[in-house]
C-alpha cells in the first residue's frame, strides 16, 4: 500500500512537471523576447501651459536609459610603485581589493546582460607591465590580480600607453560603434619617469618632463585611433577615470602638481579622491555604475508649428544624474530646438527643456497636436555588421488652447472725419483644460504704426459681446489712402495662473477725404424775359447778382444732391444772365 502511495505522489508530480513545465519556458521565452525589444531609450513629452509667463507653454523631451546592452571593455591601470607598499592595510592591497571588486561588480549578469563586457589589467612603476589582456574570465582576472606586487618609480605615461595599446587591439578590425572603451587609472604620486625611462624629482612642484609625459599620453587616449573591418581608421573616444590616494603628498605644491597632471589626464567630469586608499571599493564600484552607457552621440530635436516661436532664453537640460559634468547647449533655428549629448547611462534621465511662445495674431484655437519631437543615436546593427543611426520619435502630446472668436468692422461715418468700429466677441468652450476665468479685450487704432486711439480695456461679460463706437479722426489723417488699422485685443485669464494674448486687426483705408460734392438738377439752366421771369422760375431763391446765404435745406432744394456737408459753414448763391430781352432771353445756370 506504501508504495502505491509512493508511486501516486511520484506520478502526480511528473503530471504537474509535464502540465507546468511548457508554460514556464512560453512564459520565460516570452520575458526573454520582451527584454530584447526593449527600447534602449524610454521617451517621453509634456506640454504646459506657464503659468507666470503669458502666452508661453514649457516642453519636456525626457529620455531614460532603459536596456543595458553595450560591451564595454576597460582596463585597470594600476599604481604599483614602492609608495604603494604591500600587505594588509597597504594601498596596494586596498588598489588589489577595489580592482576585483570592480571585476566582481562590472562582469556580473546585472552589469553584464550581452556577456560581452571586457577588463584588461595593466601595472606600472618605472615601467609598464600588461598583467592581463582583454578578458571576462572573471576568476582568472581574480588570479592574476591578486598575484600583483611592488615595484619602483611612478611611469603614469608609460601605464596610460599602454592601455591604449590594449584598447586599439581590442577594437581593430570591428566595426562595432557601440562597444565603450575605458581607462581607470590609479596613482598615489607625482609622475616621475618621462618618455626615455628618465627620472623626474618626485617632489616636484612644478610640470616637467615627467608629468608631462603623462598629460600628452591621457590626451591621446582620449580618443583613439582605431583600425577597423576594411582597413578604415575610424577615432573612438575612450572614458578615462582618473583614481588618486593622497596619502603621500601633503597639502601643497606637490599634491597640486599630482592633481594637475591627474585633471587633464582624465576626461570624466573629475578627479575621484582617496586619502588612504580605504575608500577604493566603493570608488570602483561607483566608477563601474558610471561605465552602463545606453547610448552615444545623442541627437535630441523638437519642432513648433508656425504659430509659435523659440525665446532663446528659455532651454535647459537637467539629468538625474550627470557624473562627467555634461552641459549640452540648444541651438535654435527658426522653429527648431537642438541638443547633442555625449551619453546617457543605464535609468539615468535627462529632460530637455524649451518654452514655446504662442504669436499674438496665431489663428489656433482648441485642441492641438506636438508630434515632432525626435532622438537619434549612434547604434550598430548586429545583422548588417554596420555603425548606424537610430531614429526614434517622442510620442505625440495633445494640449488645448482657449480662444475668443473676433469679427472686426470699421468704416467712416456720416461725416468723412469720423471712425465707426464694431467688434463681435464669442467664447470659444474648446477646452476642458485649461479653464477659462475671465476674458479682457481693449481697441486701439493705428496711423502709421503710431497709436492715435486707445479705448480702455473692459471684461467681457457672458460667453459672446458687441463692442461698438465711433471716435473723430484728426484732420492731418483725413488723406485719401491712408490706412486706419483697428486691432482688438482679448487676453485670457486662466484658473489656477496663466494667460494668452490674441490680437486681431483690420485695416480701413480713407477713401473719403470729406470735401463737398455738388451735383445740379438736370435742365437748371432755366430762360426768361427778365429778372422776375427767373425768379418765379427759381421758386423761394430770388434772382441776385450778388452773394445771399441761404439756409441748407433751401439749398438742398436747388441742387440735385450734394455729399459731405458736415464741414460747410454756410451755404451762398449768385445768379448771372447773358443776352438781351427779347432778342435772345435771360438765362441762369447752376
Known amino acids: 500500500m506504501e508504495k502505491d502511495y509512493f508511486l501516486l505522489v511520484k506520478f502526480q508530480k511528473f503530471l504537474l512537471i509535464a502540465l507546468f513545465l511548457p508554460l514556464l519556458l512560453a512564459f520565460t521565452a516570452n520575458r526573454v523576447d520582451a527584454q530584447q525589444n526593449e527600447p534602449l531609450l524610454k521617451l517621453s513629452k509634456t506640454v504646459k501651459l506657464s503659468t507666470t509667463e503669458c502666452n508661453t507653454y514649457e516642453v519636456t523631451l525626457t529620455a531614460k536609459g532603459n536596456k543595458l546592452d553595450r560591451p564595454v571593455q576597460t582596463v585597470l591601470v594600476i599604481d604599483n610603485s614602492s609608495s604603494m607598499g604591500s600587505g594588509n592595510g597597504s594601498p596596494l592591497e586596498y588598489a588589489k581589493q577595489a580592482a576585483i571588486k570592480f571585476v566582481e561588480k562590472f562582469l556580473s549578469p546585472a552589469s553584464n546582460p550581452s556577456g560581452q563586457n571586457k577588463v584588461a589589467i595593466v601595472t606600472y612603476d618605472a615601467n609598464a607591465e600588461i598583467v592581463s589582456g582583454m578578458s571576462n574570465n572573471k576568476s582568472l582576472l581574480i588570479t592574476k590580480i591578486g598575484n600583483i606586487t611592488k615595484g619602483s618609480g611612478t611611469n603614469i605615461g608609460a ?39 628618465e627620472k623626474c624629482d618626485h617632489h616636484s612642484t612644478s610640470h616637467n618632463s615627467c608629468t608631462r609625459y603623462a598629460m600628452e599620453e591621457g590626451k591621446k587616449t582620449h580618443e583613439i585611433d582605431v583600425e577597423v573591418a576594411g582597413g578604415n581608421q575610424e577615432k573612438r573616444e575612450t572614458y578615462i577615470y582618473g583614481v588618486m590616494i593622497t596619502k603621500w603628498l601633503g597639502n601643497g605644491g606637490e599634491l597640486a602638481l599630482a592633481e594637475d597632471t591627474m585633471e587633464q589626464i582624465q576626461n570624466t567630469g573629475g578627479i575621484h579622491e582617496s586619502s588612504t586608499g580605504q575608500d577604493l ?23 513648433v508649428e508656425s504659430d509659435f516661436t523659440i525665446p532663446s532664453d528659455g532651454t535647459s537640460v537637467t539629468m538625474s544624474e550627470n557624473p562627467f559634468n555634461r552641459n549640452p547647449q540648444a541651438t535654435i533655428e527658426g522653429g527648431k530646438v537642438k541638443w547633442n549629448l555625449e551619453e546617457i547611462m543605464y535609468k539615468q534621465t535627462v529632460n530637455f527643456t524649451y518654452k514655446m511662445k504662442l504669436k499674438e495674431d496665431a489663428n489656433l484655437c482648441g485642441e492641438q497636436h506636438s508630434n515632432k519631437g525626435k532622438s537619434s543615436y549612434d547604434t550598430y546593427n548586429e545583422d548588417a555588421g554596420t555603425c548606424e543611426r537610430d531614429n526614434k520619435d517622442f510620442p505625440n502630446v495633445i494640449f488645448c488652447i482657449p480662444c475668443v472668436t473676433k469679427n472686426i468692422e470699421i468704416e467712416q461715418g456720416d461725416c468723412a472725419n469720423e471712425i465707426k468700429y464694431k467688434g463681435i466677441l464669442t467664447e470659444n468652450n474648446a477646452c476642458k483644460d485649461p479653464l477659462i476665468e475671465t476674458i479682457n479685450y481693449k481697441w486701439d487704432f493705428f496711423v502709421d504704426g503710431n497709436n492715435i486711439k486707445n479705448i480702455p480695456e473692459t471684461q467681457l461679460t457672458g460667453t459672446s459681446e458687441v463692442s461698438e463706437g ?97 464741414f460747410i459753414d454756410k451755404y451762398e448763391y449768385k445768379d448771372s444772365k447773358t443776352g438781351t430781352c427779347p432778342i435772345a432771353g435771360f438765362y441762369a445756370s447752376c
Open 159 to 197: 601605464g596610460v600607453k599602454k592601455a591604449r595599446e590594449i584598447l586599439q587591439g581590442a577594437l581593430g578590425g570591428t566595426a562595432r560603434c557601440d562597444i565603450v572603451p575605458n581607462v581607470v587609472l590609479l596613482t598615489d604620486g607625482v609622475a616621475t619617469r618621462n618618455a626615455n625611462g
Open 281 to 303: 571599493s566603493s570608488i570602483y564600484e561607483s566608477i563601474a555604475e558610471n561605465m552602463k552607457l545606453i547610448s552615444k552621440n545623442v541627437g535630441t530635436e523638437d519642432t
Open 470 to 566: 465711433k471716435f473723430d479722426l484728426d484732420n492731418q489723417y483725413l488723406v485719401k489712402g491712408t490706412e486706419v488699422k483697428a486691432v482688438l485685443t482679448t487676453t485670457i485669464n486662466l484658473q489656477g495662473g496663466g494667460c494668452l494674448t490674441n490680437k486681431k486687426e483690420k485695416i480701413f483705408t480713407i477713401s473719403d477725404t470729406g470735401t463737398p460734392v455738388l451735383t445740379c438738377k438736370s435742365g437748371a439752366t432755366l430762360e426768361g424775359c427778365g429778372t422776375d421771369a427767373l425768379t418765379n422760375q427759381l421758386g423761394n431763391l430770388p434772382y441776385s447778382e450778388t452773394k445771399k446765404t441761404i439756409t441748407e435745406e433751401q439749398f438742398k432744394s436747388a441742387v440735385e444732391s450734394i455729399s459731405n456737408t458736415c
